[in-house]
């Protein structure tokens, strides 16, 4: 479902690619860039849970393939 746009990827090399930032820092932008992102999933997966039958449709999908994507743990792509 969701996954790190090539922006959002972009955005997060240049964050930890600065050498001015410590160590420590780098690890600490790339957790709460992970935890946005699961995040994110979670929420998309848990909305994709509730649609009805029509808006799966419109969206292209069967209600069995929203129910093997909304079953997903929020760390899997």
Not at 31 to 44: D, E, G, K
Not at 47 to 70: C, F, N, W, Y
Request: glycine letters at 2%; proline letters at 4%.
């Amino acid at each position: 479902m969701t996954s790190l746009t090539r922006t959002d990827h972009l955005a997060l090399t240049q964050l930890t690619a600065h050498t001015t930032l410590p160590v420590l820092s780098r690890v600490a932008v790339r957790v709460a860039w992970l935890c946005l992102l699961w995040h994110r999933r979670s929420r998309s997966r848990a909305v994709l849970r509730d649609l009805d039958t029509r808006m799966l449709r419109d969206i292209g999908l069967t209600p069995k393939q929203a129910h093997v994507e909304s079953r997903k743990w929020f760390w899997r792509p």
